[in-house]
């Protein structure tokens, strides 16, 4: 790409939009409440104050919570099992998304918008009432309750988070490439896993990592559907901020949370990037 | 189109009467329509009302600042965090003239000695709602917190079996099923109740706080630690569906949680004489009486007796009898230390 | 063979749902509907032909689709059929009734909440999909720093904490501040937009990002060396190319906001109400039917809107090679 001093103004142009908004909007709300790990809880929930204004109370900046983590091995179990349970249903979520997204991808340009829509259409509903209607379906089978139910809901929700990112990619493949590789003589197997595999790859990693990262915040599904064993670190972190107003220890876990992910991420592109990149 | 028409009409005249409304906070479904509209022909405003679904996200929204609402509905332990933390307005009594139609029990309460900032409303109580043919199939007692913790019994209950998820319910029942107070700060005491939970946990199908009364009138629930509001729905429903079985419900003998909402007026209210008028007209009540009726809420009301549903007003349960009463316990809120105890012994709970 | 197979996975989704209505028969119902779904698994392996030749779907394709899409229908026609269950408890069919949509019609705070709801929508996916497309546009260009944090960590962080700290941010600087230049900025509307926004402007990047990512370089060389300016090279090579994963963004960018409950709760001000907030206080007193009879509604509107839209521009969601 030309990196014209020009053209690199340009870029910055287009990039500043989004920049100036999440900076505002995310970046200065994040910060306030990456600080209020820090923190000490207030007396009656929510944050003690910077400074302290009764004697003996305690005030100011604090890694007690951080503390709290680290000394304790039972909240890496959690952070353990619920990147377990994101990751199954991230492959779950492949599994059944892309025959899908092929399909919409190879169907006559008719039909394809119907498709999409069809697989859009199911989240203009409240998200409660699918989950209810998974009970109703559960119930009689005697899954109601167990992880089994937890990960078919999961699936459930973000499946069309997985078919868009691969749709769009997959539908920009060239047909001529597959001819090609028949040609040369692989069979289907080959010309699947080979050409159309290797190149859906961006749309792979962005429908994963749009299923992975959500389901590790989810606590509604494992409140209403799970059994006593699913508690994941949602759960923990709702009930933090939500069942004991200790709000430093919910944004430090958040934080935990967030770290981990962006971690993760940032491991996958090198990942990405060393693999083979762009094909 | 027509009603699109009077939709966007309404929206328009809202904004036109800014002035004459009364914003509440509230449980959802906690006060009939018709208790609603009655007041706002009365007092000639409006009325809009937030739902909120449980106390602590009404107590994380105030505490994160937001203000504009003007009556607000808390359980006697939010109550008390509202009073200390400086967020409530006394009441003009002088404006509530219907105060001595509560009976006489519900005021004067330890968070509000004086009734200084605010009102009863209705309650409610944890309790055991059952299966009640199952449960005596099986020859388990119901009357007992036993059903819920003693493995003996949980045996023959095996997966059909729901507590509430909630840190203070569920070891509130603990601590009152091993004879200690609801309230009870002591660490070793609350271990105690954490390893009693823990040793019936396995038994137990889910930690459920929103969907147990449907598992109940359905069937796929034999036992379940819920609110009493909650057991009367299932048991009407259950019996409207015409089912096999029928759902009772009952306090056990050891005692048990009682939640008793409070209205209260913000110190941001704007609409402070609406805002007692509100509270006024349902000291009168008619309100609660109605409410009663429609979902079996706990009334505090003397005079409102009158108007209940004779068949609601006689169930025990639901009406706890001034004996039962004293058996019954309202949560407090924890100190910070105990709090993040707690929350340490719950996450064992959730996790072992 | 294959069509018969297909023909019989079909009746089989119907079997089993259907028995959802059987009462006490239902074991026996469902077994039938898994045995058929067997059967026609049977009926495909031993007539399949694999598929992927020269681009034309083989049958495994159409048979995994399909089975996918019954995976994400039946749910939701229990969802619109239970809208018509005399129960006031959204657990098992007891008969059938008008009385929910009735009730619906008349419940003003439920109307009114879906209004707002739709209205929030539009006008987030509408600016989230905006400055999402940028922000993608601009990554896959150049590989930049700080942008792609703070895009992505929004997607990263749990709802409740982009809530709260967005209450806080709001109440304690947004509010002095304009407060000082004589705006009175209130929670409202405006502010579950500007949160809306704020968390779907990462799935939307992500997506554009890797539509861009599937697309050959060649093309805008092309362009370039055909003489096209920037501007021109952007609104006839790019825009079109990237068009499919800016729609995709913005219908992921609609139902997000649609649904989105824990942040709206926090960020919206008194007397803001959405649909969420309405059904999810609801599940302390008992969801009832009219929950799923505005959801019906809800999915009517959305398929309307989107039928209208595909014929205005039909070939938005394909590319234009």
Same mark, same amino acid.
């Given at each position: ?279 | ?28 479904? +906690? ?85 200084? +900032?605010? /009102? ?9 709602? +059952? ?132 209205? /209260? ?68 809120? +924890? ?18 | ?321």
């Amino acid at each position: 790409m030309a990196r014209t001093n020009t053209e690199r103004a340009r870029q910055s142009l287009v990039a500043a939009p989004p920049l100036v908004f999440l900076v505002v909007f995310f970046l200065a709300p994040a910060i306030i409440m990456a600080l209020a790990s820090l923190r000490y809880p207030g007396e009656f929930g929510a944050l003690a104050p910077l400074v302290a204004t009764k004697p003996g109370e305690e005030a100011g900046l604090t890694a007690e919570n951080y503390r709290l983590f680290f000394s304790d091995s039972i909240y890496l179990e959690i952070f353990v099992k619920s990147f377990g349970i994101a990751a199954l249903t991230t492959l779950l979520c492949l599994a059944g998304a892309y025959p899908l997204a092929l399909l919409m991808a190879r169907s006559a340009k008719r039909r394809r918008d119907l498709m999409v829509l069809l697989c859009v259409l199911p989240f203009a509903s409240n998200f409660l009432v699918r989950v209810y209607a998974w009970m109703i379906m559960l119930g009689p089978f005697e899954l109601l309750f167990t992880p089994i139910a937890v990960i078919c809901a999961l699936v459930y929700v973000h499946l069309p988070f997985m078919v868009l990112p691969l749709y769009t990619n997959l539908e920009r493949h060239d047909p001529l490439l597959l001819d090609a590789a028949q040609d040369l003589g692989a069979n289907a197997w080959q010309c699947f896993w080979r050409v159309t595999f290797r190149l859906s790859l961006p749309g792979v990693f962005a429908g994963s990592a749009l299923v992975f990262i959500p389901v590790l915040g989810v606590f509604a599904i494992p409140e209403i559907l799970g059994g006593i064993g699913d508690w994941l670190v949602g759960n923990m972190i709702k009930e933090a901020f939500l069942g004991v107003r200790d709000w430093p220890f919910g944004s430090m876990l958040s934080i935990m949370l967030t770290l981990c992910v962006l971690a993760i991420a940032w491991v996958t592109a090198r990942l990405a990037r060393l693999g083979g990149g762009r094909a | 189109m027509r009603r699109i028409l009077v939709l966007v009409l309404v929206l328009c005249s809202a904004h036109l009467r800014a002035d004459e409304v009364l914003r509440i906070f509230n449980w959802n479904n +906690y006060i009939t329509e018709e208790s609603v509209r009655e007041f706002e022909a009365r007092c000639g405003c409006r009325v809009a009302q937030d739902y909120f679904s449980d106390n602590e996200e009404m107590l994380a929204k105030l505490a994160a600042g937001a203000t504009g609402y003007d009556v607000i509905v808390p359980t006697s332990n939010a109550v008390e965090t509202l009073i200390r933390s400086d967020q409530l307005q006394r009441l003009d009594k002088s404006k509530l003239p219907r105060l001595a139609n509560t009976k006489p029990e519900f005021l004067r309460q330890d968070f509000d000695p004086d009734n200084r +900032y605010s /009102v009863p409303y209705a309650y409610s109580v944890t309790l055991l709602g +059952y299966n009640v043919e199952k449960l005596r199939e099986l020859g388990v007692a119901t009357d007992t917190w036993a059903a819920l913790f003693d493995p003996r019994q949980l045996v023959k209950l095996k997966g059909r079996v729901t507590v509430l998820d909630s840190q203070r319910e569920l070891f509130g029942a603990a601590l009152i099923y091993l004879g200690y107070p609801v309230n009870e700060t002591d660490a070793t005491r609350l271990r105690q109740a954490r390893d009693l939970i823990l040793r019936a946990k396995p038994y137990w199908a889910a930690f459920n706080a929103g969907s147990y009364a449907k598992e109940l009138a359905v069937g796929n629930i034999w036992l379940a630690q819920g609110y009493s509001i909650d057991m009367q729905l299932a048991r009407q429903d259950a019996a409207r569906a015409g089912r096999r079985f029928r759902i009772g419900f009952s306090t056990p003998k050891e005692g048990a949680v009682f939640a008793l909402d409070n209205l /209260v007026i913000h110190k941001s209210a704007r609409q402070v004489g609406l805002a007692h008028r509100f509270i006024d007209f349902w000291l009168e009540g008619r309100a609660p009486a109605s409410i009663t009726n429609a979902i079996g809420a706990g009334n505090v009301n003397r005079v409102a007796m009158q108007w209940v549903d004779p068949a609601v007003a006689a169930n025990r349960d639901l009406f706890p009898d001034e004996r039962a009463l004293k058996q019954l316990q309202q949560v407090r809120d +924890y100190d910070r230390h105990t709090r993040r105890l707690l929350n340490r012994l719950w996450v064992e709970v959730k996790v072992r | 063979m294959r069509r018969f197979a297909l023909g019989v996975e079909i009746v089989a989704m119907l079997v089993v749902f259907a028995s959802f209505f059987a009462g006490e028969a239902r074991h026996a119902v469902i077994g039938i509907g898994v045995a058929l779904l067997g059967a026609a698994a049977l009926g495909g392996v031993s007539g399949a032909k694999s598929g992927g030749q020269r681009g034309v779907p083989g049958f495994w394709l159409w048979y995994a689709s399909i089975a996918v899409y019954a995976f994400l229908y039946i749910p939701l026609a229990i969802v619109v059929v239970f809208s018509f269950n005399d129960s006031k408890l959204n657990a098992e069919w007891v008969g059938f009734t008008l009385a929910w949509y009735e009730r619906l019609l008349a419940d003003e705070g439920m109307l009114i909440a879906a209004a707002n709801s739709l209205f929030i929508a539009f006008v987030a996916s509408a600016v989230a999909t905006s400055l999402g497309t940028l922000a993608g546009i601009a990554m896959h260009a150049r590989r930049l720093r700080l942008l792609p944090v703070l895009v992505f960590a929004p997607v990263a962080m749990p709802e409740i904490l982009l809530g709260v700290s967005l209450l806080i941010f709001f109440l304690n600087a947004v509010q002095p501040a304009l407060g000082m230049v004589g705006v009175d900025f209130q929670l409202g509307l405006a502010s579950v937009i500007i949160a809306h926004v704020s968390f779907s402007i990462g799935f939307v990047a992500i997506i554009v990002r890797a539509r861009l990512a599937g697309t050959d370089e060649a093309i805008f060389e092309a362009a370039r060396d055909l003489g096209a300016t920037p501007w021109q090279a952007f609104r006839l090579v790019t825009f079109p190319l990237i068009l499919p994963g800016i729609v995709a963004g913005a219908l992921m960018a609609f139902t997000l906001s649609l649904d989105d409950f824990v942040i709206t709760f926090f960020t919206a001000g008194v007397g803001t109400r959405t649909l969420p907030l309405e059904i999810y206080t609801m599940i302390k007193v008992a969801v009832t039917p009219e929950v799923n009879a505005v959801s019906t509604l809800l999915m009517l509107i959305t398929l309307a809107t989107i039928v209208i839209a595909s014929r205005i521009a039909p070939d938005a969601l394909r590319s234009q090679a």
